[in-house]
């Protein structure tokens, strides 16, 4: 039956992506983040429904009478360059099959990243991206928290199989990103049965997160949730929501989730924390031996023979800077980084140009919470090697989106015979920095 749900689902939706192509970026989120076809257990788990959505949105974006722009950023510029680096480094790989069949994976979420930015052009649109992603991953969370709450902590929460989710670790990355985004969600709500369901699967995913019993995901919880309290305007329910939560873990976890996280102050007693740290020093030592880096999957027994600093301990990154940095070297590192720093600041400056601008207000809110998703994953994914997770690029997209949108409303505000910078001298400031988007 699931099967059938799934298929009926994806192909019912094909006709209205033909008639309205953003929303084939909305399935397609929903397919890259939820996964359904891997909650099924017969055809549907090899079905290749995320080609089909991003065939029919291409074919229906490239058809359509909409304005087909990329709005150039400081940001999309980056991330272009980015990607085109990515290939570079792929042409000279250590592995060159390997880092070809990895390469294509990432070029088809940075392609409907860049789609999305032309398709998500107006609030409904960018708001129902972000409940998409927000349910998707807190569909997880919430059964998570309660299976964690039903048995005691006991067992660990686990992602759907083959996905980018599907590990602990991985899972508990995702839904301490997904908090901040429940609660802009919950705060936009108009149903006080949607605000509270939203709420409740908020504090049920941070439960999940701990349920996970990652350590990683621990870190990335407590960074979150302190910037969480910092950007919210609403400090006194964020208190209560962190509250139950606390209390809830205490009164839940068993003693051998303790001891797990004790390990977080013995790192150098843990045979798995100083692996990591050698995987580390193989990735700075490739680095500075190979310019373009090793290129995708580098990190195999053969490089750490010649670069590793305990050549007979193998693994993978887990951190998604070691990983930026011994596939794609320093540049690959700079970029990244780069992208993190731009989206971060024009995320600030959305803030402050909104608080001026009641109707806009909501923007300046979403801005906030994908800073406080930002610090989850700059946080956990320091020990988690998803370095190519679409959840983080989407982030970036939202804040281009908005900038998008701001500048638009900004423009239409502008009164006859004013300029826009005599309203908003803010704005010709940024377009003077070459970071304005293309209207």
Same mark, same amino acid.
């Given at each position: 039956m699931r099967d059938i749900a799934v298929t009926l689902a994806v192909f019912g939706a094909l006709p209205f992506i033909l008639w309205r192509p953003w929303t084939g970026i909305i399935v397609w989120t929903w397919l890259g983040f939820m996964n359904p076809h891997r909650l099924a257990w017969g055809f549907?788990?090899?079905?290749?429904?995320?080609?089909?959505? !991003?065939?029919?949105?291409?074919?229906?974006?490239?058809? #359509?009478?909409?304005?087909?722009?990329?709005?150039?950023?400081?940001? #999309?510029?980056v991330l272009l360059?980015?990607?085109?680096?990515?290939?570079?480094?792929?042409?000279?790989?250590?592995?060159?099959?390997? !880092?070809?069949?990895?390469l294509i994976k990432v070029l088809k979420i940075q392609l409907m990243i860049f789609v999305a930015m032309m398709l998500i052009t107006n609030k409904e649109r960018l708001n129902t991206l972000v409940l998409t992603i927000a349910l998707s991953i807190g569909f997880y969370g919430f059964k998570g928290g309660i299976f964690t709450i039903a048995h005691g902590g006991v067992y660990r929460v686990q992602g759907p199989y083959g996905s980018?989710?599907?590990?602990?670790?991985?899972?508990?990355?995702?839904?301490a990103m997904t908090v901040p985004l429940l609660y802009y969600c919950g705060r936009e709500a108009k149903q006080s049965w949607l605000r509270f369901a939203l709420y409740t699967?908020?504090?049920?995913?941070?439960?999940?997160?701990?349920?996970?019993?990652?350590?990683?995901?621990?870190?990335?919880?407590?960074?979150?949730?302190?910037?969480?309290?910092?950007? #919210?305007?609403?400090?006194?329910?964020?208190?209560?929501?962190?509250?139950?939560?606390?209390?809830?873990v205490v009164a839940i976890m068993p003693p051998e989730w303790y001891a797990r996280m004790s390990t977080i102050n013995t790192y150098e007693q843990d045979q798995s924390a100083l692996g990591r740290i050698n995987a580390w020093g193989m990735a700075w030592n490739l680095a500075k031996a190979r310019p373009l880096g090793g290129g995708f999957e580098t990190f195999r027994y053969e490089m750490f023979q010649i670069y590793a600093p305990d050549p007979g301990d193998y693994r993978d990154a887990h951190s998604i800077y070691f990983k930026v940095l011994g596939e794609h070297g320093f540049v690959g590192l700079g970029l990244f980084l780069l992208l993190a720093v731009f989206t971060w600041l024009s995320a600030s400056k959305l803030m402050r140009e909104t608080k001026a601008v009641p109707e806009m207000r909501w923007l300046g809110e979403l801005a906030a919470m994908v800073q406080v998703s930002m610090i989850a994953y700059a946080t956990a994914g320091a020990f988690l090697g998803l370095s190519y997770f679409d959840y983080y690029y989407n982030l970036v997209l939202i804040i281009i989106v908005g900038r998008v949108i701001l500048d638009r409303h900004m423009a239409e505000a502008v009164p006859a015979g004013r300029t826009e910078g005599q309203l908003n001298p803010a704005s010709s400031v940024y377009s003077a920095t070459g970071s304005t988007a293309v209207r």
């Open positions: 549907s788990t090899t079905m290749p429904f995320a080609y089909i959505v !991003a065939l029919t949105t291409l074919f229906a974006l490239l058809v #359509s009478k909409e304005p087909k722009r990329i709005p150039w950023t400081r940001e #999309s510029i360059l980015f990607v085109c680096w990515m290939v570079i480094t792929t042409i000279f790989a250590a592995y060159p099959e390997l !880092a070809q069949q990895q980018f989710i599907g590990g602990n670790n991985e899972l508990g990355l995702a839904m699967t908020m504090v049920l995913s941070a439960i999940a997160a701990i349920g996970t019993q990652s350590r990683g995901a621990l870190l990335g919880m407590a960074a979150m949730g302190v910037m969480f309290w910092a950007k #919210s305007k609403r400090k006194f329910a964020i208190t209560i929501f962190a509250a139950i939560a606390i209390l809830s």
